[in-house]
T-cell receptor, first 114, second 109 residues
């Protein structure tokens, strides 16, 4: 049981390049989400999904796309990377989107956009 | 809108109890209080949560005041490995979980 797995751990992009951050969980969790964390700050929600085929925007969705074709996977896509997207990205999942649930986090992807 | 207020930093001596406060004066009747921590640059780790009653698990205790406007996370015997940023979050079931700046706890030998 691996929990929440994020790949890659580190990535360097040039401005304008595209890439996909992968997130997979093996706990059969319905709820998955993406956060970004900038230096000295807390986590900010980018996008989330309450089940396969359902996604919604969080606090800072601009510049990011998501899809949820399976329960296990929730990739985050940067279509045209910008230096402002330099950050550490965390994926999280929980059993469901409701009261009393706890989030399980991945180990993060550190992204630098030059 | 910040739903919680936490001190930016605290120190604690190793082996002593660490008491981390959190104010949530605008909490509504159905909102839960959650605590997470983040050690260095790892992903946040769930600690404990509660609604009205005090809660205890293998990691910590959560004390919620009777009016629910504040709470305290207690690490009974802090170790150096408890040095981390601790986040207090108030959330209604079905809402997005949003993290603030948290409290940076430093456990000193």
């Amino acid at each position: 049981n691996a929990g929440v797995t994020q790949t890659p751990k580190f990535q360097v992009l040039k401005t304008g390049q595209s890439m996909t951050l992968q997130c997979a969980q093996d706990m059969n969790h319905e709820y998955m989400s993406w956060y970004r964390q900038d230096p000295g700050m807390g986590l900010r929600l980018i996008h989330y999904s309450v089940g396969a085929g359902i996604t919604d925007q969080g606090e800072v969705p601009n510049g990011y796309n998501v899809s949820r074709s399976t329960t296990e996977d929730f990739p985050l896509r940067l279509l045209s990377a910008a230096p402002s997207q330099t950050s550490v990205y965390f994926c999280a999942s929980s059993t469901s989107w409701g009261a009393g649930e706890k989030l399980f986090f991945g180990s993060g992807t550190q992204l630098s956009v030059l | 809108d910040a739903k919680t207020t936490q001190p930016p930093s605290m120190d604690c001596a190793e082996g002593r109890a660490a008491n981390l406060p959190c104010n949530h004066s605008t909490i509504s009747g159905n909102e839960y209080v959650y605590w997470y921590r983040q050690i260095h640059s790892q992903g946040p780790q769930y600690i404990i949560h509660g609604l009205k009653n005090n809660e205890t698990n293998e990691m910590a205790s959560l004390i919620i005041t009777e009016d629910r406007k504040s709470s305290t996370l207690i690490l009974p015997h802090a170790t150096l490995r408890d040095t981390a940023v601790y986040y207090c979050i108030v959330i209604l079931g079905g809402d997005d979980m949003r993290f603030g700046a948290g409290t940076r706890l430093t456990v000193k030998p």
